[in-house]
């Protein structure tokens, strides 16, 4: 099962970016889709994405998922083919951000110990 799994969550994040970089090209620009995280029944997905851009494009990525989630699904349950077609959350990565605030940390440290 933990194989299946893993081909269903490939498989909806590869069909849930490109329905969004091809149906919602000019609202998702600035969004990639990082994670799909399917429960072992197959009836619930968590979709993680990463904004790039700032605030305000942040608040258009939540906006476009909040409107457009049940589309998305609808579209990808046309591509997809399984008995039980999941419903998405829509959940903000912010794991590009916290590595930034590592990598900045590290050049800190880096830079410090310099003579």
């Known amino acids: 099962m933990a194989k ?31 994670e799909v995280d399917v429960s072992p029944d197959l009836r619930q997905a968590r979709v993680f994405y990463s904004v790039l851009g700032g605030p305000e494009k942040e608040k ?9 989630a049940s589309e998305i699904r609808r579209k990808v349950g046309k591509a997809v083919i399984l008995k039980y077609l999941p419903f998405f959350e829509f959940i903000r990565d912010n794991s590009l951000e916290r590595g930034f605030d590592v990598i900045g940390l590290i050049d800190e440290l880096d830079a410090d110990s310099k003579p």
């Open 4 to 34: 299946r799994k893993l081909r269903v969550d490939e498989l909806l994040k590869r069909e849930i970016s490109q329905i969004l970089h091809t149906d919602y090209k000019g609202e998702a620009v600035y969004t990639t889709v990082s």
């Open 60 to 68: 258009d990525a939540e906006k476009l998922f909040r409107t457009h």
